[in-house]
């Protein structure tokens, strides 16, 4: 993350958008739509592909250079009228500089046959950052996936199974970066055994590379005035390099019935991802209605905490927070639900501005920018007496109506009150046991209710602690409702919903209630009263007293590393066994097969993070059950991989020794 992300810089006749980095059109505006048509889906013969699709099943399309979206779109008009209406199209495509939304509009507007699908993308393009970028379309039945960035960075941390490939880069004398050895290596390593690939270009030297990487190569009749274009079919698959089979991918689910445990934001993203692939999802739930605890708050913050560099923890966020933008926009209500009215960090002291210094400098400014106290001021609505950064597409939330309206999607059974005891592996699946002695029988379980999570002994050993938090809520004034942007310091506080300001939120590592206490509301208060005099004085703090707020407690659930868990479990002691060898020399390359507890995921410990973690993670249980292209790198899936405490205990655990918890 060394430069920010750059849109791409167009020059337009025409209603034509042409690249100025590279020289090159991205599309004939007399005839794309047909070339498009004739090289990349006749050249894959996807027609004919998508009509014998069986029922449930997924294509995956890769693309290199995915421009201004137009072979998407054509691809996905295709698949609505030849695939089966159970099928699934995943698209995946690599670009390096995307389009801004303005130019993304303008440029699809030249083709009105594709105006249905390209509104839906137009309308779900936001908060398209730097890495992964997931995205839903059709209901859930179509997903996207930009990978913002260089190919050669990007791809290598792609986990997929594609089946057909579009090699789309500019022209190979423009853009020589998008047609070398190295990329096309991926291609074949990402190549389902009966992939194929079509490309415009019949240059000599990318047919030789394409088949020294794994392709049989053929020329054919190009489109138009090109004399000639190349097609071709994956080769039989080389041997694979040995990777650690503790991270390797788990098996697919087979079946259709899941149970999810918890209906707080985890557990209702998860029901949603599953339903959306035809799963029978039924949720089952302790408390009496869903988000309860750590989800149940009024109001609260989409923001980002963000390191300069490209740790696994960033990366996870900048894929969430897009992700959760579009789930916002396209689920709830904007100035109800939800509000991107901006969220305002402040520099609240020199570590905080050399800090955010840095970030101004590693991001774009459509992501984050730095603001003087005279600017923030302004953006405020209210005089602010720090610098800070300003994140334009953040906002407030209403967590519980995120939750309802998931738990609403079409395949989802709920059940209150229903309190899970045990859960048992069976040759049919899994078996959840109810309190009251009933017995559920599911192929797939999702346990995704925070801190209860380890109540259960295929996952008791989990590292997972809570942490107290607590918000206040006070009476909005006339002065105070001129606030119009989330403010962040030490605390937070959003502007006005429902006639209060929520603000907090306390971390209590001491207390593990959700009573409501005095002293985090003065706390809280304090917070606030540094955080922005201004709106303090305007909410006349001074006479405010606990009794006089009205508040909500609850537990988060957090990790050592402050990384979520999220993924298949593995059995412990099955795991131990097998990889007792690390414990004498970790860098064996060990091949036995990870003993998975097969079925069983979670979706746990996302903190204070979870209304920009846990959608994302729902997307990640669903396409690691249906064998999808993950929406993730592979190294952020390996980060949140719920085995690697069983990983690092062995590895510290010295040969002879019992190894003790995480």
């Not at 985890?266 to 302790?286: K, Y």
């Not at 984050?368 to 950064?389: F, H, I, K, R, T």
């Not at 309190?435 to 989990?462: K, W, Y």
């Not at 605390?491 to 207390?511: L, M, V």
Request: charged share 20%; proline share 6%.
């Amino acid at each position: 993350m060394s430069t920010p992300l750059l849109h791409a810089r167009l020059s337009w006749q025409d209603g034509q958008p042409s690249s100025l980095d590279y020289g090159d059109v991205y599309f004939a505006r007399d005839s794309g739509l047909d070339e498009t048509r004739y090289v990349f889906l006749d050249g894959n013969r996807l027609a004919g592909r998508f009509a014998n699709l069986a029922a449930g099943e997924t294509f995956t399309v890769g693309e290199t250079g995915f421009g201004t979206g137009l072979n998407f779109l054509c691809t996905w008009q295709l698949f609505k009228t030849q695939a089966p209406a159970s099928a699934r199209l995943a698209f995946v495509s690599v670009e390096k500089h995307p389009l801004s939304p303005a130019d993304l509009s303008r440029a699809l507007a030249a083709w009105p046959s594709l105006a249905r699908e390209a509104a839906q993308l137009v309308d779900a393009y936001h908060g398209i950052e730097a890495g992964y970028q997931h995205l839903l379309l059709d209901k859930g039945r179509v997903s996207l996936t930009l990978l913002i960035g260089d190919a050669l960075e990007t791809l290598p941390e792609l986990d997929a199974q594609v089946n057909a490939w579009f090699l789309d880069g500019f022209a190979p004398v423009k853009n020589p970066e998008m047609w070398q050895a190295p990329l096309f290596k991926q291609l074949a390593r990402l190549s389902a055994p009966d992939a194929t690939l079509a490309t415009f270009t019949s240059a000599g030297f990318v047919r030789r590379e394409l088949a020294i990487a794994g392709f049989s190569i053929k020329k054919t009749p190009g489109f138009g005035r090109k004399w000639a274009m190349t097609v071709g079919t994956r080769n039989a698959t080389e041997t694979r390099a040995w990777q650690a089979p503790w991270l390797a991918r788990p098996p697919a689910c087979h079946g259709r019935r899941a149970i999810v445990i918890g209906a707080g934001i985890a557990g209702a993203a998860a029901a949603a991802s599953l339903a959306s692939r035809g799963f029978d999802v039924t949720v089952l739930e302790r408390h009496a209605a869903p988000a309860l605890e750590a989800s149940g708050n009024p109001q609260g913050v989409l923001y980002l905490k963000l390191s300069a560099h490209s740790t696994p923890q960033t990366r996870l966020l900048l894929a969430g927070y897009g992700y959760s933008l579009r789930t916002l926009a396209t689920r709830q209500n904007r100035g109800t639900d939800w509000d991107d009215c901006g969220v305002l960090q402040l520099a609240h002291d020199e570590a905080t501005r050399q800090r955010q210094s840095q970030l101004a400098a590693a991001f774009p400014a459509s992501l984050l920018y730095a603001v003087g106290a005279a600017q923030a001021s302004e953006l405020a609505g209210l005089p602010v007496e720090q610098d800070g950064l300003f994140f334009p597409e953040g906002g407030w939330i209403k967590p519980p109506h995120l939750v309802a309206a998931l738990l609403a999607s079409k395949g989802i059974t709920c059940r209150y009150g229903a309190s899970v005891q045990k859960l048992a592996q069976s040759a049919q699946g899994w078996q959840a046991g109810l309190e009251n002695g009933e017995t559920l029988p599911a192929d797939i379980v999702v346990i995704a209710c925070a801190n209860a999570s380890t109540l259960f002994t295929q996952s008791a050993h989990l590292p997972l602690k809570p942490v107290r938090g607590q918000v206040s809520v006070a009476a909005a004034s006339t002065a105070s409702r001129q606030l119009k942007t989330v403010l962040c310091g030490a605390g937070y506080i959003a502007p006005a919903a429902d006639d209060g300001h929520t603000f907090g939120a306390s971390f209590n590592y001491e207390r593990s209630d959700s009573e409501v206490s005095a002293a985090e509301h003065t706390e809280n208060l304090a917070m606030l009263a540094g955080l922005n005099p201004a709106l303090y004085q305007a909410l006349e703090g001074d006479k405010l007293t606990p009794a006089s707020l009205k508040g909500r407690a609850a537990l988060r659930t957090t990790t050592p590393d402050y990384l979520p868990l999220v993924g298949m479990l593995a059995d412990q002691q099955g795991f131990t066994t097998a990889y007792a060898d690390l414990a004498r020399d970790a860098s064996l390359k060990l091949g036995t097969i990870m003993p998975w507890l097969d079925g069983l995921y979670i979706s746990s410990g996302h903190g204070s993070r979870g209304m920009v973690t846990a959608p994302l993670a729902g997307e990640l249980i669903a396409s690691l059950a249906c064998k999808e292209p993950l929406p993730l790198p592979k190294a952020v899936v390996d980060a949140l991989s719920p085995n690697r405490f069983l990983l690092r205990t062995l590895i510290r655990t010295k040969p002879g020794k019992k190894p003790q918890r995480a």
